[in-house]
């Protein structure tokens, strides 16, 4: 099938156009479980799921289908909703193999020598309760109630195996992954994801998203590497800034999106490009001139991270920012860029408040489930 399925050589909610909404979770395993109960908690997660992503119930008898004396299979909350774009993508992060020492599900020889915790950067605020997590599950649809609805049947189904650490709704991709999406904006204004990776450019998807067969483990060949990073925006700051300084701090134009140094937003940014006064036309500390690859020894990412608004704090500012989620062949790629951000303008109106690196391993076979490699 295509990379939109939920079973074939990739994970969908990667390469797929990215929907309009997203519920993402993380989980911790419950003490006292072991390998048997995390090989049946990815089997019976990927059945759901295989079930949900095709505008399913969670199992044959569903909602309303069974004994009247038991609580349905379902939460019944997404009948008649249909699949709306429904993708479910898994992921395993470090702790999953290494809990304090101790290797409880047999796994630890197979970690990929990258899975570590990421390394602390400049500026971090990180709050534990929304990092890290045993595992994590990527729910991503056109309604959120889909979204919402995959996430609380997936924690429900794994009662006893493993509960949600922490987890985060999002809005309004801020990103897309093919060239037929109109690129979205963040809620600094600006449009987010211009010169992101494209579904459809496979040669770049190989150097840069897929882990290839030749990279190690054998497990992860047709994977991916997560990064989530919940980046709290200081809007209220932000919106007191003039334009000028806005767009000299992204590095583009807020209407169009054009690089600094001219034409449309699809122009490639001129980083070379310097003024009557000899000052460079995309500035030193602006945003796309760090992230840029010609910056960073050509590392590129896959954004395909989402708007938040959760209420606001009680000095009455919005509780707002960018959910950053970004697939990468390896978790280098992206400390790269972040370090190259270090003294990117844009840092005195964010605060990362959370973080997580998973290994996102390849989609199942038919009949199979997601992981199943890490077993065999
Ligand atoms: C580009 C916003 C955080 C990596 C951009 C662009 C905007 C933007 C407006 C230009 C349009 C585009 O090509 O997508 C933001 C905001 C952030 C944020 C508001 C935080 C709230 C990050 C982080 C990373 C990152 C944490 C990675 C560590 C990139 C990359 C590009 C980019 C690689 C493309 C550069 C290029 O090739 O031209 N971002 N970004 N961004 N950003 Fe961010």
Known sequence: GSDDDFFGAH???????????????????MARTDRADLISLLQDWSYAASRMTRGLEVSAT????????????????ALGLGANGLTITFGFGPTLFDS???????????????????????????????SGGDLCIQACADDPQVAVHAIRNLSRI??????????????????????????????????????????????????????????????MAGGSYLVARKIAMLIETWDRVRLSEQDAI?????????????????????????DAAGAPVIPARSHVRLAHPDMNGGVRLLRRGYNFVDGNNDLGRLDAGLFFLSYQR???????????????????????????????????????????????
Request: proline share 8%; aromatic share 8%; glycine share 12%.
């Open 62 to 77: 569903g909602a309303v289908g069974g004994s009247p004396e038991a609580p349905p299979d379902d939460t019944g909350e």
């Open 250 to 274: 992204v590095g583009r134009d807020k209407g169009a999106g054009a690089p600094l140094s001219g034409g449309d937003e699809f122009t490639e940014p001129d980083l070379q490009a310097v």
């Open 330 to 376: 390896s978790p280098e790629q992206f400390v790269t860029i972040q370090r190259a951000l270090s003294t990117d303008a844009m840092n005195e109106y964010v605060r990362h408040v959370g973080s997580g690196l998973w290994a996102v391993p390849p989609g199942a076979a038919p009949g199979s489930y997601v992981g199943a490699g890490l077993f065999g």
């Open 11 to 29: 994970q969908a909610g990667i390469t797929t156009p990215v929907q309009d909404h997203m519920h993402f979770a993380a989980f911790d395993m």
């Open 158 to 219: 794994a009662f006893g195996r493993a509960k949600i650490r922490w987890s985060q709704m999002g809005f309004g991709r801020t990103s897309r992954t093919t060239s037929a999406q109109q690129t979205p904006r963040n809620l600094f204004g600006y449009k987010d994801g211009t010169a992101n990776i494209l579904a459809d450019d496979r040669e770049a998807l190989a150097e840069h998203v897929w882990v290839a067969a030749s990279d190690s483990p054998a497990w």
């Open 100 to 130: 304090d020492g101790v290797d409880r599900y047999g796994i630890g020889a197979q970690r990929p020598a990258s899975l570590t915790k990421l390394p602390a950067f400049l500026g971090d605020d990180l709050d534990p309760e929304s």
